[in-house]
């Protein structure tokens, strides 16, 4: 009895602390979350008209995170149209992912490479097999992310979506700049592209008393720690471009969110939930290849060529939220990041500081 009451008290302090502490975004209901999207799918599309089929990409190599399914997969197929050599990077269907993205483009400049953002070995073993072979990248783009229902701990103690929605993010920058690469250089400017989301608009404040502490959480707080990952992600995103644009662009560093997306996103969502997003997702939201168009813009076109920092949502240029370009959220985002890090991975080394 005294056992069974000890751990009612532990769970209930648990759960106090993570709504009193943890840091919020800006839904609590994924079906909200959702119509937010169907609201995004009819707004104007200002740049849309520049969006042009000229701008290639040969001789360009283009990584992409996330790379066997939705926006990734369309992304990797509109890259291989245009010339470019594209390393899909991934967790699951490989090679199948890699060859439909061959069939699908007509080009053979297609690779696979296995990495999974919940195991952190797996990133620095992909870095490194890219150096080996002398790989420069010319655009990266940070596609990967989840959604998962509730929290889940990694091997290395972190929360699931913590880790590959963000803190990944972080270990795969800093280790393609550090091994070389992606090199700085202002003459050709290489890019790094960071899917986000607009819902990271209106997420509270960083919480960094509590930063990488697991907690255990379900559904409400899952779409809720979507959005607010994806601020801590703009966040490091645009830190980053401080610090290495601090004397002119030599890494252009863009974040854009790409709208309502038709696409696996919501797999792990419990069943009733699942089927409801997948009808709203069915009959509003954009196909991969269509919502994969902005991200194409960015990434080729002139208009953006030599810009950092700049934040589109789908075609719209916008802010994202205040608080992404406070340089003190920034810095004390990279100190503690960078601690965090030192203290999970021994492989660890930060390349900007
Ligand atoms: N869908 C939307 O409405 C929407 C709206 C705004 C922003 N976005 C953003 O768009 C991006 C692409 O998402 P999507 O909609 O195309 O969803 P998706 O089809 O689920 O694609 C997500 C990709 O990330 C990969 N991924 C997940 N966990 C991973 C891990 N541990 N290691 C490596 N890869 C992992 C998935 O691989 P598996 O197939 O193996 O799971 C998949 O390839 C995300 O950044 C998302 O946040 C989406």
């Keep these: 009895m005294g056992a069974v009451y ?11 602390h993570y709504k009193t ?42 990584l992409i995170t996330g790379a066997n399914s939705g926006l990734g997969f369309a992304l990797a197929v509109e890259f291989a149209k245009r010339g470019a050599r594209v390393i899909m990077a991934g967790r699951s269907k490989i090679p199948e992912a890699g060859n439909q993205v061959k069939k699908l483009s007509g080009s053979e400049l297609v690779e696979m490479h296995y990495m999974d953002l919940s195991k952190i070995e797996t990133i620095h073993h992909l870095v490194q ?19 998962l229902p509730g929290s889940r701990k990694t091997t290395s103690g972190q929360d699931e979506m913590f880790l590959v929605n963000y803190l990944s993010n972080v270990i795969l920058t800093q280790e393609l700049l550090l091994k070389s690469v992606i090199k700085l250089e202002t003459s050709p400017v290489s890019k790094m592209i960071f899917i986000s989301s ?11 008393d509590e930063f990488g502490t697991y907690f255990e959480y379900g559904v409400s707080k899952g779409i809720s720690n979507y959005s607010y990952f994806k601020l801590v992600l703009n966040t490091y995103a645009t830190e980053l471009s401080r610090r290495i644009n601090r004397d002119g662009v030599k890494l252009s560093i863009n974040v854009i969110c790409p709208g309502p997306v038709a696409s696996n996103i919501v797999k792990e969502a ?19 290849a269509k919502a994969s168009r902005p991200v194409v813009y960015l990434a080729l076109s002139p208009d953006y060529e030599g810009t950092s920092n700049e934040y589109l949502h789908m075609f719209n240029p916008k802010k994202m939220d205040p608080k992404v370009y406070e340089p003190v959220e920034g810095e004390k985002l990279w100190e503690r990041s960078m601690e965090l890090l030192k203290s999970i991975d021994a492989d660890f080394k930060a390349f900007v500081s």
């Design 6 to 16: 000890g751990n009612y008290l532990r769970n209930y302090k648990n759960k106090l």
């Design 21 to 62: 502490l943890m840091a919020e975004g800006r839904f609590t209901n994924p079906v909200v979350a959702s119509l937010a999207g169907v609201k995004d799918f009819f707004a104007k599309q200002e740049l849309a008209s520049r969006f042009s089929d000229e701008d290639r990409a040969d001789g360009m190599t283009v």
């Design 129 to 147: 097999s890219l150096a080996d072979q002398a790989t420069q990248i010319d655009i990266c783009i940070l596609n990967a992310a989840t959604a």
């Design 198 to 208: 607009d819902s990271h608009q209106g997420a509270t404040y960083i919480d960094y």
């Design 270 to 288: 419990p069943w009733l939930l699942r089927m409801t997003l997948k009808g709203i997702f069915r009959i509003v939201f954009k196909s991969p």
